[in-house]
C-alpha cells in the first residue's frame, strides 16, 4: 500500500542534494517502504544477471557451432550462471523472510 509522502519529506529529500536516481529511490522507499525497495534491487539483480546468463550462453552456442569454443568462454558462462542462481536464492531468502500480507492489504 502506498504511503503519503509529506511535504517535509519532500524538502529534507530536496536539502539533502540527491541526484534524480538516488531522490527517486528515497520516495519509492517512503511510499512502499525499504522491504520493498530491497525486493525492487533483488528482482533487478536478478533480472540483470538473468540477461547475462543469456548472452553468455548464446555466444557459447555460436562457439559450439563452429568449433572455437575456448576455456575461458566456458569460465564466463558458469560464472554468468553462478551469479544469476546467487541472485535467484537471495530473492527467495528475502522473499520467504517478508511477512505473509494478503494482496487486498497491499
Known amino acids: 500500500m ?3 509522502v509529506t511535504s517535509a519529506q519532500l ?3 530536496h536539502a539533502r542534494g540527491l541526484t534524480d536516481r538516488q531522490f527517486r529511490r528515497e520516495v519509492y522507499a517512503l511510499e512502499h517502504g525499504a522491504d520493498a525497495l530491497r525486493l525492487l534491487d533483488l528482482q ?3 533480472d540483470v544477471t538473468a540477461d547475462l546468463c543469456k ?3 548464446i ?3 555460436l562457439r559450439l557451432r563452429d ?3 575456448q576455456p575461458y568462454q566456458l569460465r564466463t558462462l ?3 550462471f553462478a551469479s544469476w542462481q546467487a541472485a535467484v536464492l537471495a530473492l527467495a ?3 520467504s523472510r517478508r511477512p505473509s500480507v494478503p494482496a487486498a492489504a497491499e
Open 78 to 80: 558458469a560464472q554468468a
Open 67 to 69: 568449433g572455437s569454443l
Open 2 to 4: 502506498r504511503r503519503p
Open 44 to 46: 533487478a539483480r536478478r
Open 11 to 13: 524538502n529534507d529529500l
Open 59 to 61: 555466444a557459447a552456442r
Open 55 to 57: 548472452q553468455a550462453l
Open 93 to 95: 531468502d528475502f522473499q
